[in-house]
C-alpha cells in the first residue's frame, strides 16, 4: 500500500512566520498530490491540487510544490485564521492521506 | 449552492448494521464520482470508498473491504454506505464528498459529515 508521511506532525508558528509542511510518498505519485486544510468542527477544504496549483479563492500565501516522492506545502506569512490543521491526500494508487499537520 | 448533507449516523453495537446516506444538491450529481472519507474522533483522514458516477467503478479502503459498500441513486441525488459488521474502531464522523476530475482530480466539496458510533 501506498503511505504517506507528513512532518511535523504538530508545530508553533507565529503570525507573519514562514511555515513549510512535508509529504513524503512511500513510492513515486508523480504530482497526484493534493493539500487540505482543515478547522475544527468543520470539513477539510482544499487548498491545492496537483502538487502545485492553487484552487480559485484560496490566498496566494499558499503554494504547493514537489514531484515524485517529496512534497512541500509552504504558508508565506502565516495569518490567524491559517490555525488548522493540513492533510496532503495522494491519487496516485487509489486514496491515502498523510496523517496530519497541526499548525498552532 | 452545492450542498452535501449526510444522514444515518447513531449508536451501534459491535457487529451491527448501519447505512448512511447523502443527499446532494446544486450540481447534477450523476456527471460526479463520488466518495465517503471518515475521521476517528481526534484523527486523522481515512478514505473508506469511491464509486463512480455511473457506479462502473467502485473501490473500497483495505480497513472495510467486504464489510462496507458504497451505492448511489443518480435519479434522486443520492449516494449510500452500508455499513455491516461494525467494529469500535469503525467509530467516525463520515463525510460524503464529491470528487472532481477536471482541474485536478481532488474532492472539491465536503458535507458536514455524520457521527457514528459503535460500542456495546
Known amino acids: 500500500d501506498l503511505e504517506m508521511t507528513q512532518s511535523p506532525s504538530s508545530l508553533s508558528a507565529s503570525v507573519g512566520d514562514r511555515v513549510t509542511i512535508t509529504c513524503q510518498a512511500s513510492h513515486g505519485i508523480d504530482d497526484y498530490l493534493n493539500w487540505y486544510q482543515q478547522k475544527p468542527g468543520k470539513p477539510p477544504k482544499l487548498l491545492i491540487h496537483d502538487a502545485s496549483n492553487l484552487e480559485r479563492g484560496v490566498p496566494a500565501r499558499f503554494s504547493g510544490s514537489g514531484s515524485g516522492t517529496h512534497f512541500t506545502l509552504t504558508i508565506n506569512s502565516l495569518q490567524p485564521e491559517d490555525i488548522a490543521t493540513y492533510y496532503c491526500q495522494q491519487y496516485h494508487s487509489l486514496i491515502t492521506f498523510g496523517g496530519g499537520t497541526k499548525v498552532e | 449552492e452545492i450542498q452535501l448533507v449526510e444522514s444515518g449516523g447513531g449508536l451501534v453495537k459491535p457487529g451491527g448494521s448501519l447505512r448512511l446516506s447523502c443527499s446532494a444538491s446544486g450540481f447534477s450529481f450523476s456527471d460526479f464520482g463520488m466518495n465517503w472519507v471518515r475521521q476517528a474522533p481526534g484523527k486523522g483522514l481515512e478514505w473508506v470508498s469511491s464509486i463512480s458516477n455511473n457506479s462502473e467503478y467502485i473501490y473500497s479502503g483495505d480497513s472495510v473491504e467486504g464489510r462496507f459498500s458504497v451505492s448511489r441513486d443518480n435519479a434522486e441525488s443520492s449516494l449510500f454506505l452500508q455499513m455491516n459488521s461494525l467494529r469500535v474502531e469503525d467509530t467516525a464522523v463520515y463525510f460524503c464528498?464529491?470528487?472532481?476530475?477536471?482541474?485536478?482530480?481532488?474532492?472539491?466539496?465536503w458535507g458536514q459529515g455524520v457521527l457514528v458510533t459503535v460500542s456495546s
Open positions: 464528498v464529491r470528487l472532481r476530475v477536471s482541474q485536478g482530480y481532488a474532492f472539491d466539496y
